[in-house]
């Protein structure tokens, strides 16, 4: 991470959240930041395997079934982001 950017993040947010368009919304007084659990070039990687070796047989999208439903799943939606395997099979 940037020299100084957890710094001037936590402070951006606590004026953010001090301010008037949220301060009646959340009861937020303070914020913690994640320490990444290896070297900061290693990160990325780590997380891309994880989540490879997890999740990647749910999100896959073959050729077949891209041609019969002619539409990329959004996994950020609800409705894509269902669990049943057989929504994508041909």
Same mark, same amino acid.
């Given at each position: 991470?940037?020299? %100084?950017? $957890?710094?001037?993040?936590?402070?951006? !947010?606590?004026?953010?959240?001090?301010?008037?368009?949220?301060?009646? &919304?959340?009861?937020?007084?303070?914020?913690?930041?994640?320490?990444?659990?290896?070297?900061?070039?290693?990160?990325?990687?780590? %997380?891309? $395997?994880?989540?490879?070796?997890?999740? !990647?047989?749910?999100?896959?999208?073959?050729?077949?079934?891209?041609? &019969?439903?002619?539409?990329?799943?959004?996994?950020?939606?609800?409705?894509?982001?269902?669990?049943?395997?057989?929504?994508?099979?041909?």
């Amino acid at each position: 991470m940037t020299k %100084g950017f $957890a710094s001037r993040l936590n402070s951006e !947010l606590l004026a953010l959240v001090e301010s008037d368009l949220y301060k009646n &919304k959340l009861k937020v007084q303070s914020f913690e930041f994640h320490t990444a659990p290896s070297k900061p070039n290693y990160t990325a990687w780590l %997380g891309g $395997a994880i989540f490879g070796t997890t999740d !990647l047989p749910l999100r896959y999208l073959t050729k077949e079934v891209y041609l &019969k439903t002619n539409r990329v799943p959004d996994w950020t939606n609800l409705i894509d982001n269902q669990k049943d395997e057989t929504s994508y099979e041909i």
